[in-house]
């Protein structure tokens, strides 16, 4: 029996060795997570208490799910990578039923045999506290029966819910935990944290500043149908003095003042936005890895070529560098559908001279690059493309010039309107001064764990990264001279936002227009990967 004992625990020993050693070796340490738990602590108020949730499974179709994506918020606390498990932080040193201190409680799906043989190791309790180094972790089935008073503390701070958590059966799946916890901390079925935002303001009305309220709260929410159209807003609208509307105000159901579903985000922001060394060292790596994508189809491409196949392309060299993700959907319009911001159908079948707009980006270990390139599909741009996509470099040279700490996001986006309005005027385009629509969005947002990563709107500043993305786009029957529609260009590049100015992290990845013309002009080694014709098999 002894050698028995003996032999499995060898072999469990020898299979946990095996999978380290499969396992990438780049990953965050344990130490990263364990910082940011301790830093947001800092952040939250007296006797506060914050609880998050793992992404849900989110179902394909059928009996087939979407491969699973950790929330980024989860795993840049925990480092954890699967579904059904919860993270509570508390402000406070706790102390439990026996004495023992803690400030953290995590509660990981639990081990079985059974679903690991068909979908994977799990790591359970013990796993995270000795892979994850979370020392107060429980299987998610004792959450339920944990004696936690969340009434006790000032403030409950959570990610309001969806609606997109499906009931898996079992005893503590995600379903489960959420419901479980609404019980806990008295969070009714029908809570919607927004709303219930929208109530705090409503409430500090006083006969004196009404108007000054209903303005400010429709403002902000006037374009929301389901806020608009609240009955309690909708009254309060109407009251027309401010003794009405406290009548009105205090009609409205009262809920634990503790609970606190719209300050997390921001505290998250304000720790996601500026990346440490070990974020950078992987966005870096992200942004290679899409840049050489890029470079790899400009020697590829061919008029014949698919926008499907060129999607290909990007994302084997995603995958041939490691990258387990694309960071968003790819996107690969050619000609008119260059003009469709986010277009991800890629199912137009030949790109024949158009200009292609790919935007793609690698992710990471979980973080993700942003970057656009518009090239010709066949290697020689035509006078009037090459005069859109000079605006548009012009336009993104002068953004660069402002990325620094202390500068606004928002003169990113400032300048290179300024810059195309002239442009295109000078083109005959437009009317000097006119109001148009080729220049549709703004110009930079934060790359990290998300594409669009959290953030405070705060100030550029040291260990940010953004991107600056300015674009033009003249879709077909647009009010100008027929020569220019279906031209659509963006370039977009990853800027780390330095001391006393920026780094391009996106340079490898050619920019002007004699840079990808050379590019595309090279041989490539996909140039020899032939497939046979199918459809004249059959």
Sequence with gaps: MTRLILFLLLMSSLSASLFAQDEPQDLLPADFHLGRREALRK?????????????????????????????????YLTGYQEPNAMLILFADEQTDDKGNKYTELFFAQSRDPLRERWDGKRLGPEGVKSKLGIANTFDHKEFKDKKIDFAAFDKVLFFDFKNDVRDAGGEADLYDLIQQFRDKAGI???????????????????????????????????????????????????????????????KIPALPKNLDA???????????????????????KAVDVSCQGQVEVMKAMHPAMSEMEIRGIHEFVFRRYGSE???????????????????????????????????????YHGYTADITRTIPADGTFSEEQKAIYNIVLEAQEAAFKVCKPGTAMRETTRICREIADKRLAELGLIKPGAQHEYFPHGVSHHIGLDVHDRSTGAPMAEGMVITVEPGIYIPPNSPCDPKWWGIGVRIEDDVLITKDGYELLSK????????????????SPLDAFLLPNLDKKN
């Design 508 to 523: 490898s990845a050619p920019r002007t227009v004699e840079e990808i013309e050379k590019m595309m002009a090279q041989p």
């Design 43 to 75: 952040l939250l108020p007296p006797k506060g208490v914050a609880v998050f949730f793992a992404n849900p499974v989110r179902n394909r179709s059928n009996d087939v799910d979407y491969l699973y994506h950790q929330d980024p918020d989860f795993y």
């Design 262 to 284: 719209s300050s997390l985000g921001g505290k998250m922001g304000q720790l996601r936005m500026v990346k440490s060394d070990a974020e950078l060292k992987l966005l870096r």
């Design 188 to 250: 009714p079925s029908n809570y919607n944290g927004a709303r219930e935002t929208m109530y705090a303001q409503l409430r500090e009305v006083t006969e004196e500043n009404y108007k000054q309220v209903a303005e400010s709260v429709f403002a902000r929410y006037g374009r929301n149908p389901g806020m608009r159209n609240d009955e309690h807003l909708q009254a309060f609208i109407k009251a027309g003095s401010g003794k009405e509307a406290k009548k009105i105000v205090a």
């Design 325 to 363: 993700y694309e960071g968003y959907p790819s996107i690969v319009g050619s000609g008119h559908n260059s003009c469709v911001l986010h277009y991800v159908e890629n199912n137009r079948q030949r790109v024949s001279t158009d200009l292609v707009l790919m935007d793609l980006g690698a992710e």
